[in-house]
């Protein structure tokens, strides 16, 4: 009996990193926190509701900065229904297709800070995109814009982070 069973454990032993190491592992928070606040970006610049609300929790606060001019109040976002209207008020008229202000921003730096298991920061530096590109690069000079994005883990599946407080250009 006991050689059955060390046989046993052996073989467990022998068979389990094999079958562990084809189970899929979970996306890290880090992971997790850095794909949401990219998904708010190319959201915002392809002018994607749907997209751009998938990211953010509820409520809300979006913060507008100029870094020449300072940054005016906040916008709090308390209501979703109004919010939703807001959104299809700016994005129906839109042509199908259209793209926003901040069309092929991309993130070219990222850190992220956990202040607990549930509260995150992103600091994040965009190269912004938006109409006239590389020709707007060169007439505006620096697109470059720092940002700080906090978001708080949810029970939603399978990225339950989502943002609370982001900051954008004006």
Known sequence: MRRVLSMVIASALFLLPTVTAQTPVAATDEEQ???????????LGDIDGPGFNATLDWPNMIVE????????????NTDRAAFDE?????????????????YGTTITT?????????LAYAYHVCQLGGRGGNSQQTRLGNRIFE???VLRKTSQ?????????????Q
Request: glycine residues 4%.
């Open 65 to 76: 900065s100029r870094p020449e001019k300072g940054t005016r109040a906040a916008r709090a």
């Open 147 to 149: 940002a700080v994005a």
């Open 157 to 169: 599946a399978p990225n339950p982070w989502r943002i609370i407080l982001v900051t954008i250009p």
């Open 86 to 102: 807001e959104l299809r008020r700016i994005t129906d008229p839109l042509p199908k297709g259209a793209k926003g202000d901040f």
């Open 33 to 43: 926190v850095r794909q949401i606040v990219s998904t708010f970006w190319k959201a």
């Open 110 to 118: 990222m850190e992220v800070r956990f202040l607990n298991s549930s």
